[in-house]
């Protein structure tokens, strides 16, 4: 069975710091890219940030270039991300994701978190 559990959402003033951790299982965590997606109210899904299977290759949204930090440990199964400085813009639900890529079948196999709420408010 498949599970992605984030932790670490909060309330936190503006210019603060926010760790998200997601918690893989049911899948060899270290062969698929590992992304993190937010949703504010009103908005459509959007990725913040993916890295690689081994780490190899990071890309952030432009809005989080400089503040934010993916990291993963294939070790753990994990990936988090640092938040830094952060905005009223950048409150939304955050969502772990995991997505194996096209297989020599052309299977994807593509998997999400419940979510961790963010809010970033004075």
């Known amino acids: 069975q498949v599970q992605l559990v984030e932790s670490g959402g909060g309330l936190v003033q503006p210019g603060g710091s926010l760790r998200l951790a997601c918690a893989a299982s049911?899948?060899?965590?270290?062969?698929?890219?590992m992304s993190w997606y937010r949703q504010a109210p009103g908005k459509e899904r959007e990725l913040v940030a993916i890295?690689?299977?081994?780490?190899?290759?990071?890309n952030y949204a432009d809005s989080v270039k400089g503040r934010f930090t993916i990291s993963r440990d294939n070790a753990k199964n994990t990936v988090n991300l640092q938040m830094n400085s952060l905005k009223p813009e950048d409150t939304a639900v955050y969502y772990c994701n995991a997505n194996s890529g096209r297989l020599r079948d052309g299977t994807v196999y593509d998997y999400w978190g419940q979510g961790t709420q963010v809010t970033v408010s004075s």
């Open positions: 890295i690689t299977s081994v780490g190899g290759s990071i």
């Open positions: 049911g899948f060899v965590f270290s062969q698929y890219y």
